[in-house]
């Protein structure tokens, strides 16, 4: 086995992602590198349950909810990331450290020892407490979240669609008939 230097160590993290009433999705898109038998964490949504729960831009994902996901068809893991709807928890390392363990017998296992614990919130709150907010103000809010997330989906297809690269978004929009 290979051990893991304790500085890269730190670049590991088990993420506790929770869906938010006032967010579609999780807030990140999954992409496959069937080749190298990665899955990557991509487009992180800036206030979203990714952003706030540790995800990064990069991240190679090596579990779900305890379950490794070497080896598993890209659309087996997606169902199992949308599978649970309000939470889930996302095993990822950064692409230096993924370099160092992946010729280990089991590199989830080497990782999953020293991982840092993140965790979103329970609930998101644009402007404070969510309780400070009357049903006027939520609404508000619900809509501008839709509204963002609709511009950014509109531009993630257009990205994907100049570069076509298989991609399953953990959002509000329709990839493969599979909505998130």
């Not at 609404?139 to 531009?155: F, G, M």
């Amino acid at each position: 086995m290979t051990d893991v230097p304790e500085t890269e160590v730190a670049r590991v993290r088990l993420c506790h992602l929770r869906i938010w009433r006032n967010f579609k999705g999780y807030g990140f898109s999954l992409r496959s590198e069937p080749l190298l038998d990665e899955q990557i964490i991509e487009n992180i949504e800036e206030g979203s349950p990714a952003k706030f729960g540790g995800l990064h831009d990069g991240d190679i994902l090596l579990k779900v909810n305890g379950r490794s996901v070497a080896k598993l068809p890209h659309k087996d893991i997606v169902e199992m990331i949308k599978g649970k709807r309000e939470e889930v928890r996302l095993l990822v390392v950064r692409p230096d450290v993924y370099e160092t363990i992946k010729g280990a017998d089991s590199p989830a296992f080497i990782a999953e020892r020293e991982a840092t614990r993140c965790e979103t919130p329970i609930e998101a709150s644009i402007f404070g407490s969510a309780s400070s907010l009357n049903e006027a103000e939520r609404h508000l809010v619900r809509a501008d979240t839709e509204t963002i997330n609709q511009i950014l989906a509109k531009h993630h297809r257009k990205i994907r669609s100049k570069y076509g690269h298989i991609n399953h978004g953990m959002t509000h929009e329709v990839n493969d008939g599979i909505k998130g």
